[in-house]
C-alpha cells in the first residue's frame, strides 16, 4: 500500500488497480472514500482501462479478429508497479505483457498518477501508445465516496450540485449493461439533484451532453463538501447500488456499447485514438472542503 500525505490529506492507494483505497480528510477527521464492504460492492475507486462499460458480447472487435473484453476492462485486476513515489506524489504503471495480449493486442504503456496539492488530489491517466499501429482505448474513473459525511445525517440530506443549472437527461441502460439508445429526464431542484436510496434503481445515470464539468457532493446542514472537476471528460456516470451509503462520481472518456451489432474498436461511440510514439493524457480533481 502506498500512502500519500500532507497537512489537508491522507490517502492511500493499492498495487491491485492502482486504486484509491482511503481518502481521509485530516481537518475534519472524515473518511470519504467508500471501504468496499464486500457484502454490498468490493470496490473503492476502481480505474477503467481499455474499455469503459460492457462490449457486446464481452467481446472487441480490432482488426477483423474478436477478443474477450470483461466489464470496465481488465486494469482494475492487474497488478501496477509503482514507478515513481514522493510524499505527495505516485505513479503506477502498467505494460503490455503476454497475459493482456490475448485480451487487447496492442503494446502500451498504462499510467495512473495521484498528486496532492493542499486539499485536492489529482488522478491524471497517463497512455503511451508503445506500438506500430494506431491503438484505440476508453478510460474512466469510478470513485465511490461514502455519503453520509456524518453519523449524524442522512442519505437523503445530500445532493450533488451542478456546475450550472441544466436540464439532466440520462441515457437509459439494458439489463445486460448497453444503452437501449432511449433517454428520459432526470428531476432536478436548480442546479441539485437530490440523493435518494431510489434514484439509482434503473442502474447508473449516464450523461452525454453536460455542460458542467464540475458537480459537488454536499449537504444544507453543514459546509463540509467533496468536489470532482473533469475538463478533459465529457461523459459522466453517478451511480449507486440502491440503498448503499455511497454515490459514484465517474468521469468517463468512452461508455457501454449499444444494443445491436457488434463495431470494431475504431467506431466505438467516444473512443480515443493514439497514433505510435505519442502520449494521451487526462485528469481530474477531487477537491475536499
Not at 481537518?27 to 481499455?50: C, K, M, R, T, Y
Not at 496492442?106 to 506500438?131: A, C, G, K
Not at 446542514?221 to 449507486?240: N, R, S
Request: charged residues 20%; hydrophobic residues 40%; negative net charge.
Amino acid at each position: 500500500m502506498t500512502t500519500l500525505e500532507n497537512e489537508y490529506l491522507r490517502v492511500s492507494i493499492r498495487p491491485k488497480g492502482a486504486e484509491l483505497t482511503s481518502l481521509f480528510h485530516k481537518p475534519s477527521g472524515i473518511e470519504h472514500l467508500w471501504q468496499a464492504d464486500p457484502a454490498v460492492w468490493p470496490w473503492h475507486a476502481p480505474n477503467l482501462f481499455p474499455v469503459v462499460g460492457g462490449c457486446l458480447n464481452n467481446q472487441l472487435l480490432i482488426n477483423g479478429k474478436t477478443y474477450p473484453m470483461e466489464r470496465h476492462g481488465f486494469a482494475r485486476h492487474s497488478t501496477f508497479d509503482l514507478t515513481e513515489s514522493t510524499a505527495s506524489h505516485a505513479v503506477f504503471s502498467l505494460i503490455a505483457t503476454e497475459a493482456t495480449r490475448p485480451a487487447y493486442p496492442y503494446d502500451f504503456t498504462f499510467q495512473i498518477i495521484y498528486e496532492l496539492n493542499e486539499s485536492t488530489l489529482t488522478v491524471r491517466y497517463r497512455v503511451v501508445n508503445e506500438d506500430k499501429q494506431t491503438i484505440f482505448f476508453s478510460v474512466g474513473a469510478h470513485p465511490a465516496f461514502a455519503v453520509p459525511f456524518r453519523e449524524t445525517d442522512a442519505y437523503e440530506d445530500y445532493v450533488i450540485e451542478f456546475e450550472k443549472e441544466e436540464p439532466l437527461e440520462t441515457h437509459m441502460l439494458s439489463a445486460a449493461g448497453y444503452f437501449t439508445g432511449e433517454t428520459r429526464p432526470v428531476a432536478t431542484q436548480g442546479d441539485r439533484l437530490p440523493l435518494t436510496k431510489h434514484l439509482f434503481d434503473q442502474d447508473a445515470l449516464v450523461f452525454k451532453n453536460l455542460e458542467s464539468r464540475r458537480v459537488a457532493i454536499r449537504s444544507d446542514k453543514h459546509d463540509h463538501a467533496v468536489t470532482v472537476e473533469y475538463p478533459a471528460f465529457p461523459y459522466l456516470g453517478i451511480w449507486a447500488k440502491p440503498g448503499a451509503p455511497f454515490v459514484c462520481i465517474e468521469p468517463w472518456l468512452g461508455c457501454a456499447d449499444s444494443e445491436g451489432q457488434p463495431r470494431p474498436i475504431q467506431e466505438k461511440e467516444a473512443i480515443q485514438q493514439l497514433e505510435p510514439g505519442t502520449v494521451f493524457e487526462a485528469s481530474f480533481d477531487i477537491r475536499i472542503r
